[in-house]
């Protein structure tokens, strides 16, 4: 389970876009299609990007696993140590365990996080899989995606789009890991 964090409530004024039913029906529909692309379970796994991205990565296999009945392997990737702005953070994250399948080879990886934003997270996590072995395929989930991408990156699987303003926030809030109701909402400057 991932730690619990103390994040900041969305200021005020910010806009809910999507509320806890809207959540699941999207990583339900996620699912369809991850389970739509991937007829070979047996060698697929989801793997979060911590923090949010590992609770959703869960929600998915949960989702998987009762629409195919059978077990779907959920794990995380910590990126802390592979993002290239270590020197320009003000602090620094704090290193997660990685869960991942003992074998990675002939593995279809579905990377999860929950905002896609500039692609770089995504590239880190990609740089930390391979310090673990060389998996056949990787694909990559999200909840949101806001567009403003920095490197050549896009998701296989998008919840939402919400397109944003640079000077724009996205906070999403997940009951497992915030401690406050599944929602994602947006703020203007």
């Known amino acids: 389970m991932p730690k619990q964090q103390n994040p900041t409530p969305p200021p005020p004024g910010a806009v809910l876009v999507l509320d806890a039913p809207a959540i699941d ?3 339900r529909r996620i699912a369809h299609e991850i389970i739509e692309g ?3 379970l047996d060698r697929l796994s989801l793997v979060g990007i911590p923090s949010r991205g590992v609770e959703i990565a869960r929600r998915i296999a949960a989702h998987i696993s009762q629409i195919a009945g059978r077990p779907i392997e959920a794990g995380a990737i910590d990126v802390s140590m592979h993002r ?3 020197h320009i953070r003000q602090r620094l994250s704090v290193i997660e365990l990685s869960h991942l399948p003992e074998n990675l080879d002939e593995r ?4 999860v996080d929950d905002v ?3 692609g770089r997270t995504c590239r880190a996590a990609m740089d930390a899989l391979a310090s673990f072995g060389r998996p056949a395929r990787i694909q990559y989930a ?3 995606d806001r567009g403003h991408r920095e490197l050549p990156i896009r998701a296989d699987y998008v919840g939402k789009n919400i397109p944003t303003a640079p000077g724009e926030r ?6 497992a ?5 599944d929602s994602v909402w947006i703020s203007k400057p």
Do not use: M
Request: proline share 7%; hydrophobic share 45%.
């Open 108 to 111: 279809t990886i579905v990377l």
């Open 25 to 27: 029906r999207i990583l």
């Open 170 to 175: 996205v906070f999403v809030r997940l009951e």
């Open 142 to 144: 999200v909840l949101i």
């Open 116 to 118: 896609l934003y500039s």
């Open 177 to 181: 890991t915030d401690r406050q109701p």
């Open 38 to 40: 991937n007829p070979d």
């Open 84 to 86: 290239d702005d270590l």
